[in-house]
């Protein structure tokens, strides 16, 4: 499978979860699966490129430094492969739940409630969430385009 295939598989699970959990509208929760699509090449590459174990990003929201040990640490309580979407949606949803504490990213929330656009809820999540050192806005919109994109046509299929 492509990279863009296995994000459309992925991405409205993702999705989904989102708007269940925090009440959000499709496409605001489509800007942090977007976001994470560019992170991980389509939810294929869990590891950063070129790093050897133990360093750099881990799973697909490429967690980086204390926060890629707090994602295992997490994923190890649980029972859990870091490698699975449940480890991965499961640690975004504690992240942004608050239950840490020490990596509380609760007010990320706030700012994915208050966007009226796919484009606005890429852009919040990039910012207060991802904080990149490069932005690469464009294809993070572009992964979220194709993520609410895949969650209505799951969603249109599960009607029909």
């Not at 489509?30 to 090449?41: I, K, R």
């Not at 590459?45 to 133990?54: F, S």
């Not at 707090?70 to 490698?83: E, I, V």
Request: aromatic share 12%; glycine share 10%.
């Amino acid at each position: 499978m492509t990279a863009e295939e296995t994000f459309k598989s992925g991405a409205p699970s993702g999705v989904d979860l989102l708007v269940r959990r925090f009440h959000l509208a499709a496409f605001q929760a489509s800007g942090p699966v977007g976001n994470f699509g560019h992170e991980s090449t389509g939810l294929t590459q869990l590891r950063e490129i070129g790093q050897p174990p133990g360093r750099g990003g881990y799973g697909y929201g490429q967690w980086t430094g204390p926060r890629h040990i707090l994602f295992l640490n997490w994923c190890a309580a649980n029972k859990l492969d870091w490698r699975t979407p449940a480890a991965n949606w499961g640690y975004l949803v504690h992240e942004l739940s608050g239950a840490d504490p020490r990596n509380n990213y609760a007010y990320v929330v706030v700012h994915l409630r208050e966007a009226t656009t796919v484009e606005e809820a890429t852009r919040a999540f990039m910012n207060y969430y991802e904080r990149p050192g490069v932005p690469a806005f464009s294809d993070r919109l572009h992964w979220a385009k194709i993520a609410l994109e895949a969650y209505q046509a799951s969603r249109t299929a599960k009607v029909a």
